[in-house]
Every structure is written in C-alpha cells, then in structure tokens.
C-alpha cells in the first residue's frame, strides 16, 4: 500500500508541476493542444481516485459502497483519459500531420460524434456494471464485469493506435508517437507486475508518465516567442519594401538625367561633326548605356528580392536577337585582342515567342562577362537548337580563353554582390550583380544554366531555355507590320504632337529626338496645362505624356482627357517607369502605346511610325 502512496504522490508532483508550466504559459490553439489539457486535469482527477481508492479499500468491509463508487469514479477517469489520448493520436495522424484539408475535416467531424456517444455509453455501463472486492490475506482485489469492461476497451483503443501509427507510417513523426509506444509498453510492465505483485496498481504511474512525455512531444510553441518572430518579420519585410521603393524611385530618378544624356548624343550624332567629337559623342552614348544595364541590374535585384521578376512573352525575330547581341558585344570588346566567333543553327525559325529582351539581358551578362574577364585568346558565341514539336530548345553558350573561375567559388557565382576576388586581378568593373539574376531569370524561363571553367584557360557558360515556334499564320501578320512601319515616310511636316512633361530637360530631349521627323510640336508642363489645351479646341496628332508629374498624374490626365466630349487622339505615355511589367499596367490604364526614357530610337520610330501614319 504504502509503494502505491510514493507513486501516486510522486505522480502528482509532476504532473502538478506540467499543469502549472503548460497552463501558465500562452499556447497556440490548436486540436492537439486543447486535448491535452483536458488530459492534464483527467491525469490529476484519476490520480486523486487511486489515492482514494488505495485508502478505502483496505477498509472496504465498512464502506462497501463508498469503495465502489471511487474505484468505478477511477475507472472512468482512466476510460476518458485513454479516449482523448485516441482522439489526440487520430489528430496527430490525419488533422494535424498532414495539411488540414476539408475533406479531412468533414470526416473527423463525422468521427467525433459516435466516438463520444461510444465513450458515453461505456461510462454508463461501468456505472452499471458490478465491481466486487475479495480479500487474500492483506490484499484486497477488485474484480467485475466493469473492470473487464474497461480492459477490453482499452485493448480495442491500443489497436486502433497502433493502426493510425502504421497508416501515417510515412510521415511519422516519431516524437510524436513516442508516447503510444511508451504507454504500450508500460501497461504491458503493469499487467505482468499486477500478476506478480496484485499491491502495486502501475497504471496511473504510466498515464502521469505518458501525460508527462506528452508536455515534451507537443508542438506547443511559445506565443511570445512566435509573436516577437513575427513581429521582426513584419519589420525585415516593411524595410526590405522600403528598400525596393527607394531603388525604384532612385533608378526612376536617375533615368531621368540619363534621358537628356542619351537623347542630346543621340541627337548629336545625326549631326555632321567631326570624326573626333563623333567618337567622344560613341563613348558617351555607350557609358550611358552600361549606366542603363547598371540601373536595371539594381531594379532587377531588387525585384527577385520582392519576387515581382517577371517574364513577359512576345513574338520576336530571333535573327534580329541574334545580330543585335554580335554588334552590342563587339562594340564592347573595342581594341582587345580577342577573337570573336559566332555562330548559330541555321534551321531555327525566325520568329519566336517568348521574352526576347530577358533573353538577351541574359546573353548579354555572360557576354560582357566573357570580355571582362579575358585579356586575349577568343570567345565563342554559339547557338544550338532541338526542336520538339511547336517548342524548340535554345541552347546558347559562350566560351572563353579568360582568366577562369576557380572549383571552389564556382558555387558562389550566383550569389548576388559576390565578386570572386577578381579586383585584384583584373581591373574588370563589376558589381556581381549579373549572374545572380542570369540565374533567376533562367529559372523563371523554366531553363537551365551550366558553368564549366578552369582557372587560367577559361570558362564556359550554357544556357538552354524553351521558346515556343510562332505559326506560319502569325508569322505574316508581324512581318506585313514590321514592313509597313519601315516603308513609312520620314516626314511629318503637317503632323502635330504635343509632349506634356513636368521636366523641361525631357521636353527638349523628345523635341530633339523627334527634328529628324520634321513634326510640329507643342508642349505641356503639367496634366492641367494639356486638359486645358484639349478642352480649348486644340488638335493633336500624337500625345506623349508623362506618368509621374507632380498635382496631376500621367493617368490622372488621361482619365480626365477621356471624359472630354468627342476626344480621340493617341495617347502614348513616355516615362522612366521602366520596370518590367509597366507597359502592360499602362495599357490597361488606357494609353494606346508605351515609351521608356531613355528613350529608345527604334521605339520612337515605331511609335512615330504608326500613330503620325494613321
Ligand atoms: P560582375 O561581373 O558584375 O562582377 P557577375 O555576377 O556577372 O558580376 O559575375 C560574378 C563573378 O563571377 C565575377 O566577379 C567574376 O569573378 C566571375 N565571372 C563571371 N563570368 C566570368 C568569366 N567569363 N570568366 C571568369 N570569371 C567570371
């Protein structure tokens, strides 16, 4: 008897101790959560019916009744408790496990009511049920239709158990079964030790056990903990988009002063100067331009970070892609001794459909790279293709005889800001920015890219990317377009455009840009300006109107201009909102066309080309 009191009282000091440490701390809500802590109080109610029962039994010849009663009081404790462990085990095995789905959720709603009319019923039929006591000597016995009851019930659970287990073999997540097993174990050590020792009644040992093992084996992760990482996530993600605003505002402003740079050398160029300022107005051209791809390198990093990278298909010439990379790249190379070879598969088709202007953002990082990173020797530029039906693989490598890249930092190389040292070696400027978003914009193309390199004879860069084959059908249409805009005439002398910009500089570059064209032109600095323009009667051939404009915005302008009676003039928006993804955004805001500053020659062409023809 007195073995049964330690255990009992050693029971109930830590299971006395769980309750306090699980119910004084905040806990996440959860099915698993909620069962334990009706199991904690069963765990306390059954120890204090043993201790009872342990007292009253010895004397159960004068409390008879009162002895039947705590012990039945015992039982049920000890039938709940192992009816919550089974609905904890179905929990961890099908709700909690796997992600909750509403199937799974309408077939545990489904399971609970029986299973607790099932328990309802078994607590009825304890109560009913007889429960005798013998004595043998010192010890007393307890026996019954009740306590056989009870056994079979719990046999029946330990089954069911042990079936959930094996079901959710695969995703087991042993911790959290651990307690099955353990109680399991335990009541088996119980009934053997009862068959030696009938005294020693074990089985509220094991559930304070179990119970106690639970507290470990729970997911019951600390609120405020959970709170604090939230919270500092709430705080990385609102810098990381104050970051992302600030780089976009900081790439639109600084297009804007490469505008003027851009369009002005442009501009000079149609000029006749001499053979020396022509050259010095090459390399100013070409500077802005590696200023332009630095930019949109900054823009582009910043946008993986926010996952707002997007790819944006289109039909385009694959020749075009082609010629345009082997002149920008051997622009580039200027005096280097170096050897350039290109060549690509003659039977890819012309025209293709994807995003062209990410493909060669990609081809030009690996390109730029190769002349960066070799002083002599040769680069090959080569382009290979399989055709699977309507798709066709691009596969594009280029080659060096460079400084290459050593084995252990060929891991690194896509890791956005990591320069492998090169600095010291070359005088290559970079960022380390280029290959780190090559990657991911080969990855968002559903392709892949391969590096082979020896350090000293050089490396070797492969990309392979699908692109759909644009169908014959298709193919008329673009070309009848392409040779429409480049049939066109150059002069516009009885056209009219008016440019609205909030930014004189940007006026006078398009005023520039478009002399070429013989346009008249009239301008604008504000939304209310142009309204005011249109409203009073004048006519326009084209309007080109800026976005950002403080007071009223390009959009802003346009939704006004649209509420004009009878208004039906072209409205292209030229802006340094360049990000990927803007011109569709404009499209659907309402303008007709779309111009980035800097602004591109051939798009303005283009532009000038379709709406001053129409
Ligand atoms: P950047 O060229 O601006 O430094 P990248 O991301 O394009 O940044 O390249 C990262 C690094 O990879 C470079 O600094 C250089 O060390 C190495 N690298 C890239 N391409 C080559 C190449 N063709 N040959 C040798 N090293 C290269």
Same mark, same amino acid.
């Given at each position: 008897m007195y073995i049964g009191l330690a255990i009992i009282a050693c029971s109930l000091v830590y299971i006395l101790i769980i309750t306090y440490s699980y119910f004084s701390k905040q806990r996440v809500e959860s099915t698993e959560t909620k069962i334990y802590g009706y199991m904690i109080f069963l765990?306390?109610?059954?120890?204090?019916?043993?201790?009872?029962?342990i007292i009253l039994v010895s004397n159960?010849?004068?409390?008879?009744?009162?002895?039947?009663?705590?012990?039945?009081?015992? *039982?049920?404790?000890?039938?709940?408790?192992?009816?919550l462990f089974t609905h904890y085990i179905y929990s961890v095995s099908f709700l909690e496990n796997a992600k909750k789905t509403e199937i799974q959720q309408k077939k545990y709603q489904k399971l609970v009511k029986p299973f607790v009319y099932l328990i309802v019923i078994l607590v009825i039929l304890i109560i009913v049920f007889p429960l005798e006591f013998y004595s043998s000597g010192e010890v007393v016995y307890s026996y019954g239709l009740a306590i056989d009851l009870l056994n079979l019930t719990?046999?029946?659970m330990v089954i069911a158990w042990l079936i959930f287990s094996l079901m959710n073999y695969k995703s087991l997540k042993i911790k959290k079964y651990l307690p099955v097993f353990v109680f399991i174990i335990c009541i088996i050590i119980t009934l053997i030790v009862r068959n030696i020792n009938p005294e020693l009644l074990l089985i509220n040992g094991t559930i304070s056990l179990v119970t106690v093992m639970m507290y470990h084996t729970i997911e019951n992760p600390d609120l405020k903990l959970i709170h604090q990482l939230n919270d500092a996530k709430d705080a990385a993600e609102k810098a990381n988009n104050a970051k992302t605003d600030f780089l976009s505002n900081m790439s639109h402003e600084i297009r804007t002063p490469l505008n003027a740079i851009v369009g002005f050398s442009n501009g000079l160029l149609e000029e006749n100067l001499s053979n020396q300022a022509t050259e010095d107005?090459?390399?100013?051209?070409?500077?802005?331009?590696?200023?332009?791809?630095? =930019?949109?390198?900054?823009?582009?990093?910043? %946008?993986?970070?926010?996952?707002?990278?997007?790819?944006?298909? @289109?039909?385009?010439?694959?020749?075009?892609?082609? #010629?345009? *990379?082997? =002149?920008?790249?051997?622009?580039? @190379?200027?005096? +280097?001794?170096? /050897?350039?070879?290109?060549?690509?598969?003659?039977?890819?088709?012309?025209?293709?459909?994807? /995003?062209?202007?990410?493909?060669k953002q990609i081809m030009i990082n690996l390109l730029t790279n190769s002349v960066k990173y070799t002083k002599e020797g040769y680069i090959d530029f080569k382009i290979n293709s399989v055709v699977n039906n309507d798709m066709?693989?691009?596969? @594009?490598? =280029?080659?060096?005889?460079?400084?290459?890249?050593?084995?252990?930092?060929?891991? %690194?190389?896509?890791?956005?800001?990591?320069?492998?040292?090169?600095? +010291?070696?070359?005088?290559?400027?970079?960022?380390?920015?280029?290959?780190?978003?090559?990657?991911?914009?080969?990855?968002?193309?559903?392709? %892949?890219?391969?590096?082979?390199?020896?350090?000293? +004879?050089?490396?070797?860069?492969?990309?392979?990317?699908?692109?759909?084959? =644009?169908? #014959? /059908?298709?193919?008329?249409?673009?070309?009848?377009?392409?040779e429409t805009v480049s049939k066109s005439k150059t002069d516009f002398s009885d056209k009219k455009i008016f440019i609205v910009d909030d930014n004189a500089l940007n006026i006078k570059v398009a005023e520039r840009l478009l002399k070429i064209?013989?346009?008249?032109?009239?301008?604008? $600095?504000?939304?209310?300006?142009?309204?005011? +323009?249109?409203?009073?009667?004048?006519?326009?051939?084209?309007?080109?109107?800026? /976005? @950002?404009?403080? %007071? $009223?915005?390009?959009?802003?302008?346009?939704?006004?201009?649209? *509420?004009?009676?009878?208004?039906? $003039?072209?409205?292209?928006?030229?802006?340094?909102?360049?990000?990927?993804?803007m011109r569709e955004k404009y499209i659907n805001d309402g303008f007709d066309d779309y111009l980035s500053k800097p602004i591109e020659k051939p798009e303005l062409d283009r532009v000038i080309k379709i709406y001053l023809n129409k």
């Open positions: 765990s306390i109610i059954s120890l204090f019916f043993e201790f009872l029962s159960y010849h004068i409390l008879n009744l009162v002895s039947e009663l705590v012990n039945k009081g015992f *039982l049920i404790s000890i039938l709940i408790w192992s009816s719990i046999i029946c107005v090459k390399n100013i051209v070409s500077a802005s331009d590696s200023l332009l791809e630095l =930019v949109n390198g900054i823009l582009d990093i910043s %946008k993986i970070e926010a996952n707002k990278l997007e790819i944006i298909n @289109m039909e385009y010439s694959f020749k075009k892609l082609f #010629d345009e *990379l082997v =002149v920008l790249i051997k622009a580039r @190379m200027a005096d +280097k001794a170096i /050897d350039f070879r290109y060549f690509y598969d003659e039977s890819i088709p012309e025209y293709l459909y994807g /995003d062209a202007s990410r493909i066709i693989r691009l596969i @594009m490598s =280029v080659e060096d005889s460079g400084i290459g890249i050593k084995k252990e930092n060929i891991d %690194k190389l896509f890791t956005k800001f990591e320069r492998l040292g090169v600095e +010291k070696e070359t005088t290559a400027e970079g960022t380390g920015l280029g290959l780190a978003i090559t990657k991911r914009l080969v990855e968002l193309m559903n392709g %892949k890219i391969i590096v082979q390199s020896i350090i000293g +004879k050089g490396s070797k860069f492969t990309v392979s990317i699908d692109q759909k084959i =644009v169908c #014959d /059908d298709k193919i008329n249409k673009i070309k009848n377009s392409i064209y013989n346009v008249n032109i009239e301008s604008a $600095m504000s939304g209310q300006e142009c309204i005011d +323009k249109i409203t009073s009667g004048s006519k326009y051939d084209l309007i080109l109107l800026d /976005d @950002m404009m403080p %007071k $009223m915005t390009g959009v802003e302008t346009l939704k006004k201009l649209e *509420l004009i009676e009878g208004f039906n $003039m072209p409205v292209v928006v030229l802006t340094a909102n360049a990000i990927t993804g």
